[in-house]
């Protein structure tokens, strides 16, 4: 089955080697070689004001013992000119055409297999500035939030001191519940056990996520025969997985170990089907 | 005397401690605690496309046994925004003001004391995105290298790899030199000796400073009855002041320790010269 994960953010903020190290995954990102040519030309050709492009690559994984077809969806060029007016437009634009695509599949007589393109989370990343959301972010979210599971995430958090990282996302779940903007909240059963329930909690609280990912393997401190992702700097060792050294490993679960099948759901029985009964009663 | 510094960079780059850290002083930045409070006015009143304020904080300070009246100006505001067209305008408005007051100031029949109050050096901070200068950091600097001594630094370089820091380095002079924007160079005269003409060509190929600022005094690993500047994370300790870690000691000898003077000179004899003439001929 499909699973598609939108990614937006401005360029550097390591997208791409987040989503590799989340899965596993090699994924290269082919616009990289031409940014500096790229840029040279947009400063060349005026800045285009709405260039935002839409890049897709896929994978087919395996998670859990279950095989499926993971899209990432990237959106070159957002947040990167002089002027962003309207950054968030192509982006929505582009979740409305996978809604679209949907719509036209359920209404066929003759339904074949059929791959569903609906966007099922987007991971937002956050600057790791240490002050506040930038009134960038805050239009982009409050644009998407109701279109499509909003995870949002600090990158490169590696950046700030835990005192910082703390204070930071108080700040930032204040700014998104002030402008009433939702971000995906793990769902709790009646009848899940309190493991299940506690960990639920654990995942919501610890939004947004301060994340550090990694393209290189190195050599375990703890364990010289073993390889494991991280950044090696002349004053210590960064381990991508340690949760005392970021929040990796939460995303990990509520993107892809325990809640991919709700973040589906989600997107099939409620944001799809609000777009649906908007589209039609219009 | 005067040494006034202009510090340009989006918000959170770590402007204000890296002017703490190189002048041991504790500036405290008071449009800080507005930030959340500023963020929402913006995006209520329609994020305002022109708005980069002048601010000024001075100190007096002691260097080299000498006494100092040390200005920083601020510019909160620059890049903050979604649409940042002419961000530089305030800024060069700014420079042009204070060349504006000496010329006056120099046509006075009666001449008492007066501060010098025109900009010795500008310290750009670029975003350690890894990738190469964003098009508001190459028109920023096209607009600023003719009126003021230049210095480019890549703010809070602790998140880059060594080798990262290397080829970005790389990227940023061949654009700055693609697009003809000079960098102060530490000038070399012929009856330096060799230590001197050593220090001035490296001082140059370290160019930009991959600076680490801190304004916390942690203990010395090496020396537990020392502190010094540092950031104490849970994989080690980033020492300010230790050239393995951070350009901070270059820089500081570029903007204090060994420059200082020739900033103040070529400001004088060559910028503000050949703003005086151009503004003569019109
Ligand atoms: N410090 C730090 N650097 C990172 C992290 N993730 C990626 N990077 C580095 O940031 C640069 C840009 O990463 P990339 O994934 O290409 O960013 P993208 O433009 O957002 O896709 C590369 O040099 C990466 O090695 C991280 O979590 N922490
Ligand atoms: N990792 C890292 N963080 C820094 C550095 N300098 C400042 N910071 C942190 O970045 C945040 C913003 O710093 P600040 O000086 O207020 O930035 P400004 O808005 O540019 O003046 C604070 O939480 C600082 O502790 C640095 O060199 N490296």
Redesign the pocket.
């Known amino acids: 089955f499909n699973f598609n994960v939108l990614c937006v953010g401005k360029p550097g903020l390591g997208k791409t080697t987040l989503i590799n190290s989340l899965f596993n995954q090699e994924f290269n990102d082919s616009t990289k070689d031409d940014d500096y040519e790229t840029h040279n030309e947009e400063l060349n050709e005026k800045d285009d004001v709405e260039s935002v492009q839409i890049n897709t690559k896929s994978a087919v994984i395996e998670e859990n013992g279950v095989k499926l077809k993971l899209t990432v969806v990237d959106t070159p060029g957002f947040g990167s000119h002089i002027n962003n007016t309207n950054a968030w437009s192509p982006v929505v634009k582009e979740i409305n055409r996978r809604f679209d695509q949907y719509l036209d599949y359920e209404n066929k007589v003759n339904r074949t297999t059929f791959d569903d393109m609906r966007i099922h989370a987007c991971l937002y990343f956050i600057e790791?500035?240490?002050?506040c959301l930038t009134p960038l972010d805050l239009e982009f979210c409050s644009q998407i939030h109701k279109k499509c599971n909003l995870i949002p995430v600090i990158a490169k958090s590696?950046?700030?001191?835990d005192e910082?990282i703390k204070s930071?996302k108080t700040t930032i779940m204040k700014q998104l519940s002030d402008h009433q903007i939702n971000v995906f909240q793990p769902p709790i059963y009646k009848l899940d056990d309190n493991d299940t329930k506690e960990m639920a909690n654990k995942l919501y609280e610890t939004l947004p996520y301060a994340v550090v990912g990694s393209n290189d393997m190195i050599q375990d401190p703890q364990d010289p025969n073993k390889m494991i992702r991280g950044r090696q700097y002349p004053w210590g060792i960064i381990e991508v997985e340690n949760s005392k050294h970021s929040d990796f490993n939460y995303l990990r679960d509520l993107l892809i170990r325990q809640y991919l099948e709700e973040l589906r759901e989600k997107t099939h029985n409620i944001l799809y089907e609000n777009y649906r009964s908007n589209k039609l009663t219009k």
């Open positions: 790791p500035t240490g002050h590696d950046i700030m001191l910082e930071f």
